[in-house]
């Protein structure tokens, strides 16, 4: 049974940091991609990073060069540093494990940025 598990949300002001974890079970994490979602109050849910088998990253434009995805394998784990945080990054983040039986969600961690 897939699992996900985001912690490392909170409030912050803005310019500050936080890194989200997810910690995965239930499949093969090594073995596939992993992205990174959020989803703002009254908005539609957006890919903000995705990591592949082999590390490549992948990011939209508008947090590009303040966050980093990462995986650690050996943990069943992947990460999203988020620096110089913004107020319109405020959301729900989740992570996300795409497969072709369907997308699978963690419940979500609440980032709050100040201005």
């Known amino acids: 049974q897939v699992q996900l598990v985001e912690s490392g949300g909170g409030s912050v002001q803005a310019g500050g940091s936080l890194r989200l974890s997810c910690a995965a079970s239930g499949f093969i994490f090594r073995s596939n991609v992993m992205g990174w979602y959020r989803q703002a109050p009254g908005k539609q849910r957006e890919l903000v990073a995705t990591?592949?088998?082999?590390?490549?990253?992948n990011y939209v434009d508008s947090v590009k060069g303040r966050f980093t995805i990462s995986r650690d394998n050996a943990k069943n784990t992947v990460f999203l540093q988020m620096n110089s945080l913004k107020p319109e990054d405020t959301a729900v983040y989740y992570c996300?494990?795409?497969?072709?039986?369907?997308?699978?969600w963690g419940k979500g961690t609440l980032v709050t940025v100040s201005s």
């Open positions: 996300n494990l795409h497969r072709s039986d369907g997308d699978y």
């Open positions: 990591v592949t088998i082999g590390g490549s990253t």
